[in-house]
């Protein structure tokens, strides 16, 4: 025969693993979610610094001076 108090004891394990086992299943969707946001996020990113640095490389050089590259003004 069975102890009733082992009996409860592993009854009582199983109970704790059960909810360890969905508190993790929890966080695993939880962080999946979060996971997918981010990859989709950073995708957007890509996109945009792709379009800007498209616009960047399609501009002209300024025919402004630098500031080093000036002469002082005549009162100096």
């Given at each position: 025969?069975?102890?009733?108090?082992?009996?409860?004891?592993a009854?009582?394990a199983?109970?704790e693993?059960?909810?360890?086992?969905?508190?993790?299943?929890?966080?695993?969707?939880?962080?999946?979610?979060?996971?997918?946001?981010?990859?989709?996020?950073?995708?957007?990113?890509?996109?945009?610094?792709?379009?800007?640095?498209?616009?960047?490389?399609?501009?002209?050089?300024?025919?402004?001076?630098?500031?080093?590259?000036?002469?002082?003004?005549?009162?100096?």
């Open positions: 025969m069975s102890d009733p108090t082992t009996m409860n004891e009854l009582e199983i109970e693993l059960q909810t360890k086992l969905a508190f993790q299943e929890h966080t695993i969707e939880t962080l999946n979610e979060a996971l997918t946001a981010q990859q989709y996020q950073i995708e957007k990113l890509q996109v945009q610094m792709r379009h800007v640095m498209e616009k960047v490389k399609g501009f002209e050089p300024s025919n402004i001076a630098k500031i080093s590259d000036e002469s002082p003004p005549p009162h100096y």
